[in-house]
């Protein structure tokens, strides 16, 4: 099993339409977890740190589920300048440990 | 700005040669990061310096490559006898504390686009 699994996508989606991305992870120790974005041939950009509560910011919802070893991220009212890849990022155990990307969902919004 | 720079943004060498990366972190950040991205890949993660030493080299691919950093800020990642499949995107990220200290989100620089003819 890959350390931290996403669907490679990519969605294409309608301006306006509602975008879920799934990922999940292989070590049960891990205790941070972060959403980035990157944007073609660019580097990637934090989008938002993943808390067990889950969190939202504006049209961006995170969520975390401990026991499945699961991480979601929603996207509402989509914009064509959501279009980009999005990363799933996992560090491993608490000290020093190895941060891990998935290879990233692409995200295709269409007028 | 006050970002994560990296230098040099574009470098094209012949295989077999060696070639040095440099990472200019945020200033304050005192955890520093290593990735590299081949074409249509993730990030795959090279070494991790907390301060000036590196508690975590488990993700340098081979004994070519070799990274320091000096001063608690600049770092240098360097390959040796450089081969073709080292051509890749070599990304740098900071942060203001180390993996041990929870979420610690990373930034990022542009990165070195690495081509090996």
């Known amino acids: 099993r890959k350390e931290v699994e996403q669907d490679p996508g990519p969605f294409n989606v309608p301006e306006g339409a509602t975008v879920a991305f799934n990922c999940t992870y292989s070590n049960s120790a891990s205790q941070s977890f972060f959403w980035y974005r990157q944007d073609c041939r660019k580097e990637p950009k934090l989008l938002m740190s993943?808390?067990?509560s889950g969190n939202e910011d504006g049209r961006f919802t995170a969520q975390l589920n401990r026991a499945s070893q699961y991480i979601s991220l929603l996207i509402r009212d989509s914009k064509l300048s959501d279009s980009a890849t999005y990363l799933c990022?996992?560090?491993?155990?608490?000290?020093?440990?190895?941060?891990?990307f998935g290879k990233g969902t692409m995200l295709l919004v269409s007028p | 700005g006050a970002g994560v720079s990296q230098s040099p943004s574009n470098k094209v060498t012949e295989k077999g040669k060696d070639v040095e990366l440099r990472c200019d972190p945020i200033s304050g950040h005192t955890a520093l990061y290593w990735y590299r991205q081949s074409l249509g890949q993730g990030l795959e993660f090279l070494i991790y310096f907390q301060g000036n030493s590196a508690p975590d080299k488990s993700g340098l691919p081979s004994d070519r490559f070799s990274a320091e950093r000096t001063g608690g800020s600049v770092s240098t990642l360097t390959i040796q006898r450089t081969q073709q499949e080292d051509s890749a995107v070599y990304l740098c990220?900071?942060?203001?504390?180390?993996?041990?200290?929870?979420?610690?989100?990373?930034?990022f620089g542009d990165g070195t686009r690495l081509s090996i003819l």
């Open positions: 993943v808390y067990s």
């Open positions: 990022v996992v560090n491993g155990e608490s000290g020093y440990s190895t941060l891990t």
């Open positions: 990220a900071s942060s203001l504390g180390g993996l041990s200290q929870g979420n610690q989100p990373q930034h």
